[in-house]
């Protein structure tokens, strides 16, 4: 399959991490959890996000979302997010269903959530037939490639304290993130007040890893059964432990963010001269979404693969990897300007 800009998702797994799990691929080791390489990445997490964090490793984002969200909520709670949050949007009903709380969506311009916005279902605590907001779910980076402050973090963090919640990151791409901003890990998160984080690397060069890392230690009650219960539980965990053990340790998930979010910039910087392509949403990360008439956008899909975002208003999101090359970007930049020609003398 040509590489395109669907999903960071669809990039393959970089060398040193494929080389970590060869390393620990030998002899037996203790399942579960019980083996020094989960002892190892567990102390790493303590190094980026303070002493306190407590990872559990998940399959993947969702499972991660889930656990923190478990972690957080009862059947009777509900959770606060953006109407374009993945756990509302691509998670297929998951958190309703495996851990039985409500979602309570707000539609933003931006992908962010305020005080503002969220002061609106902020009312019937007490009141036994409303279920009871619980915890606040952000995205960071959002699902439209936007950046939260520092600031913002932790107004959102002060909000949700002050009404005895608390605030969950979605920190899929938090890696591109992070390098966007300039910040470390705990910068953005323990030192904000968040509570806990879906802790991602599978979009930026693992194969498999994805954690639920609670940073407040009044969240860490009876995770080891709840996580079982919810079927996150690996076996051979180490091998999910030596790939976090590579992506923390030498800052393999700075160089690749770093790329990706490069590679995303030098995309923008060229579709932005052509008349034809309008830029959505500020690019801060390494995601783009643009907009273009829809015979255009749908001819260079069946050459280079990108998902629409918004099929109505004619909206795609074109996502850069950590193995995004200058040569994918301008293979994929000279098809687009060929269409456009086309389309252009097809409408003068």
Known sequence: ???GFGSDNHSGICPEVIEAICQVNSNHALAYGDDEYCHQAEEL???????QARPYFAFNGTGANILCIDAMCRS???VICADTAHINVDECGAPQRLVGCRLLTIATPDGKLTPELIQQHLHGFGFQHHSQPRAISITQPTELGTLYT???IKAL???AHQYHMYLHVDGARLANAAVATGLSFREMTTDCGVDCLSFGGTKNGLMMGECCLLLNPELD??????RKQLAQLYSKMRYVAAQFIAYLKDDLWKRNATHSNQMAQRLLDAVRQIPTVRIMYPVQANSVFVQMPSQVWRELQQSCFFYEWDEAQNVVRWMCSFDTTEDDIAHFLA????????YSKQTN
């Open 45 to 51: 997490f303590k190094q980026h996000f303070g002493a």
């Open 335 to 342: 098809t687009l300007q060929t269409i456009i020609d086309k």
């Open 157 to 159: 963090a002060s909000l």
């Open 76 to 78: 009777q709670h509900a």
């Open 221 to 226: 009650i009876d995770m080891l059964y709840r």
């Open 150 to 152: 520092v600031n913002e």
């Open 1 to 3: 399959m040509q590489r």
